[in-house]
């Protein structure tokens, strides 16, 4: 089982603190660090207010050395298809080969309200968001000193030089979401890894399921597509560590184990186990609490290893 590190910075972070989640992530030994693409906080304050993903990471890609560097997910509404190629490939070429693009439709309207940023209909969002996969999928296979072309509903490139090239060939792809028809198909065809975000063991088993449908449908080896699931965590040594770390955040004990990753270090190692059991290879580890980094170690010594 893989494990990856997944922070939600727009709650309140600097960058500073995601300097520090991620240079330990990498000395504990996690695969990758992670962080959302928002704009807005869901709960408190927000304070001092959100960063960007991209920004964030093109940092982030001189600050690190191995630990690969992500999005779950990026907003296909918050950026043009031909500029986000850019950026990914530039961060690619920092970081020696180290990004991966997770991409979704955008759901949080009160953050496309609070910062001018258009939010179309679901379907509309959908029809964005498969132009977008084909479109930035396309710009990083097109060979050098060729050009790209495409004509959609919504976007429309002509005579892109398509550069700069990542230095990834193929950059790894996240799909994630519950959708039971367009979201597999969408995986099957883009994505490297599909994502199943804060669902159950059972839920989950369901999602892999209809991709792996998917994938069959395409002529596609469900085999070559990575499972994974994202899961806030909360591990303690006892329960009075699990209550401290819990209280932290403002959630409780007994709701953080029936929905995530919580408890003492053999209650979580059981817990991902359960996943593993569904076909679950990848899980992100929700932090939220970014200033908690004994968090991080205690994971990486007392539950990878039993994995």
Known sequence: MDLRIFTEPQQGA???????????????????????????????????????????????????????????????TFRHPGVLAVQVAQVDEMSG???????????????????????????????????????????????????????????RLEGSPALPKPVQSPVPIIVGGGG?????????????????????????????????????AAGRDASSMTSSAALIVC???????????????GREPAELRENGLAGTP?????KIGRYAAVGVERIYLQVMDLSDLEHLDLVAEQVAPQL
């Not at 890609?61 to 992500?70: F, Q």
């Not at 997770?102 to 959908?126: D, N, Q, S, V």
């Open 235 to 249: 591990c303690g040594r006892d329960e009075a560590e699990v209550v401290r770390r819990a209280e932290a955040i």
């Open 14 to 76: 600097r960058y500073e603190d995601l300097r520090r989640v991620a240079v330990a992530a990498e000395a504990a030994g996690y695969s990758a660090f992670f962080r959302s693409d928002h704009y807005l906080h869901m709960s408190g304050s927000g304070l001092p207010g959100p960063t960007d993903a991209w920004t964030t990471l093109a940092a982030l890609a001189r600050e690190t050395t191995s630990i690969r560097l992500g999005t779950l997910v990026t907003s296909a």
């Open 97 to 155: 080969g180290r990004v991966e693009l997770g991409l979704g439709t955008g759901w949080f309207e009160a953050e496309h309200t609070a910062y001018g940023i258009p939010f179309p209909p679901l379907k509309e969002r959908f029809d964005r968001f498969a132009e977008q996969l084909e479109i930035v999928t396309g710009l990083f296979a097109t060979p050098e000193g060729r050009t790209f072309d495409f004509t959609g509903e919504h976007y």
């Open 180 to 216: 039971k028809k367009r979201t597999p198909a969408l995986a099957a065809r883009y994505a490297s890894e599909f994502n199943a975000a804060f669902a159950s063991v059972e839920d989950t088993a369901a999602a892999i399921s209809r991709v792996r449908e998917a994938c069959a």
């Open 266 to 270: 053999a209650e979580v190692v059981d």
